[in-house]
């Protein structure tokens, strides 16, 4: 038996990151995690020669006021490089076409239909306009703000994909608002987040939250402002394990079998290896998982946690000759119809992640939770080979990953769960926990989140 300050459950970015704030500040941390490696889905490694990711990744808000730079220049002893993204380009039959960043531009993009494209931007503008004047518009899904049954199939397809693009939801499930909050663009000031006396964050502007669509729609140019870290994704992940000071124990394969509490207060848990005991609990495992951790939960959270939403993602990474030339742009393109993708050439960022001669894509898929994986594997991988003719001639690697890339979807209906719970002590972190932006930005809301309410709680100098 041994106590520390604090202990963290989960050895990915955001349990990560937790024990890098809390140890800033003097605290005794334990890291648990139950995989033999740490970083989960924030990691790169080699396969064949080639180095992968956890699925392809752009990081957003990047930008002064973004939560992970407010992180990294408060609490990293260095921060890795990171490198424009590039642009995004939309694959059709004729090719690459860039997506369009000013309202001029969309309406005149000729992969959807002229018709289409007014009646989205006329009917996504109303919306937009009753949402800025105050009716409450998140039950209201994608697919009903739009006069689906007017819409071509194309149309109908490209919607289904953006949607899952920014809930991990097809369009019936993906409220309207997510189109104008979107992933990125959320202007705030992170130290008024840090520092805001109500730890709701109320005082988020909504109409400052400036998304994709919303700046298209006021007739603003978009600018991404994402990046990726020049050596990988681990990059991130090495960084924090970097700045971590030695007040870190960290265990892996060590998983956490239960969270000990007395008086409806956490105290520590127990191990597959035993227990371990602190003053504050961060539990950065699924939120929709605690039950299992904490047997004596009210009923009512309970029933929140079982409304959390997921989807699933299936990337595949081909490694090609040089001479398969459709790859040659820094930045993503997407694939709308029929089985849709999200493609990333990485090996454009650093010529290291492929051996000399070859290049590396990754194709991320959202796939269906109940078909087979094996069936799911062979139909993405057709698809690949519909899209790209002649690509099986330059194919050098072909490396599958499975994963749920955010613990929860933004859905209509949904549960997002916030930091506290009904234990006290007993923290949430992870994207499963604060609705802004999307992954690892998300998980880095949670934790600036999560400082705002420990100072408040529990440490004062945190
Ligand atoms: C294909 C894909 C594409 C993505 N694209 C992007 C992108 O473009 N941009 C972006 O910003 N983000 C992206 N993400 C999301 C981003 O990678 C994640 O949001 C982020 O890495 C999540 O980190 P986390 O620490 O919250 O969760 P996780 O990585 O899931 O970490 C949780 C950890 O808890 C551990 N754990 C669970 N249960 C226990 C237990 N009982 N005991 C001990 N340990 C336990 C797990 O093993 C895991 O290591 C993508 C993810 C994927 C998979």
């Given at each position: 038996m041994e106590n520390y300050d604090s202990i963290v459950i989960g050895g990915g970015v955001s349990g990560l990151l937790s024990a890098l704030v809390l140890s800033k500040s003097g605290k005794k941390v334990l890291v648990l995690e139950k995989n033999r490696k740490l970083g989960n889905n924030c990691n790169s490694y080699l396969v064949n020669g080639y180095q992968v990711d956890t699925g392809p990744h752009a990081i957003t808000q990047l930008h002064e006021g973004g939560p992970l730079?407010?992180?990294?220049?408060?609490?990293?002893?260095?921060?890795?490089?990171?490198?424009?993204?590039?642009?995004?380009?939309?694959?059709?039959?004729?090719?690459?076409?860039?997506?369009?960043?000013?309202?001029?531009?969309?309406?005149?993009?000729?992969?959807?239909?002229?018709?289409?494209?007014?009646?989205?931007?006329?009917?996504?503008?109303?919306?937009?306009?009753?949402?800025?004047?105050?009716?409450?518009?998140?039950?209201?899904?994608?697919?009903?703000?739009?006069?689906?049954?007017?819409?071509?199939?194309?149309?109908?397809?490209?919607?289904?994909?953006?949607?899952?693009?920014?809930?991990?939801?097809s369009a019936k499930e993906t409220s309207v608002q997510r189109m104008f909050v979107g992933g990125g663009f959320i202007e705030e000031d992170i130290e008024k987040d840090i520092t805001h006396e109500n730890s709701e964050h109320q005082y988020i502007d909504k109409f400052k939250r400036m998304s994709y669509v919303s700046r298209l729609l006021n007739n603003n140019k978009v600018n991404y402002n994402q990046y990726y870290p020049r050596n990988g994704l681990k990059a991130i992940l090495n960084a924090i394990l970097y700045s971590l000071p030695e007040t870190v124990e960290i265990k892996t394969n060590t998983a956490v079998e239960q969270i000990i509490t007395e008086n409806n207060t956490a105290k520590g848990v127990l191990t597959n290896e035993g227990s371990y005991f602190a003053d504050t609990i961060i539990y950065s495992a699924f939120a929709k998982d605690l039950p299992r951790y904490v047997t004596d939960l009210p009923a009512s959270y309970v029933s929140d946690l079982s409304r959390i939403k997921q989807s699933k993602s299936l990337t595949i990474w081909l490694g090609l000759d040089e001479e398969f030339e459709e790859f040659n742009y820094t930045g993503g393109e997407v694939w709308f119809k029929q089985k849709p993708f999200w493609a990333m050439p990485i090996s454009n960022y650093n010529k290291s992640f492929a051996p000399a001669g070859k290049k590396l894509v990754g194709f991320m898929f959202s796939i269906d939770e109940n078909s087979s994986l094996e069936s799911e594997k062979s139909d993405a991988y057709e698809t690949i080979l519909r899209v790209y003719p002649g690509i099986n001639k330059h194919i050098d690697m072909i490396h599958y990953q499975m994963t749920v890339p955010e613990k929860a979807s933004m859905a209509i209906n949904g549960f997002i769960a916030g930091i506290t719970t009904p234990v006290k002590n007993l923290y949430l972190v992870g994207t499963d926990v604060d609705e802004r932006s999307m992954g690892i930005t998300r998980a880095a809301y949670s934790i600036v989140k999560l400082i705002t309410v420990l100072r408040k709680e529990q440490i004062p100098n945190l």
């Open positions: 730079r407010y992180l990294m220049e408060n609490y990293f002893d260095y921060i890795p490089a990171f490198v424009d993204y590039g642009d995004y380009f939309i694959r059709d039959k004729d090719g690459l076409k860039e997506v369009p960043t000013t309202l001029t531009g969309y309406l005149t993009m000729d992969v959807l239909p002229r018709k289409d494209r007014l009646i989205i931007a006329q009917s996504l503008t109303k919306m937009l306009l009753s949402w800025q004047f105050g009716t409450d518009i998140s039950n209201i899904s994608v697919y009903q703000s739009l006069p689906w049954n007017t819409l071509s199939s194309d149309t109908k397809e490209f919607m289904d994909t953006f949607s899952y693009f920014l809930s991990g939801k």
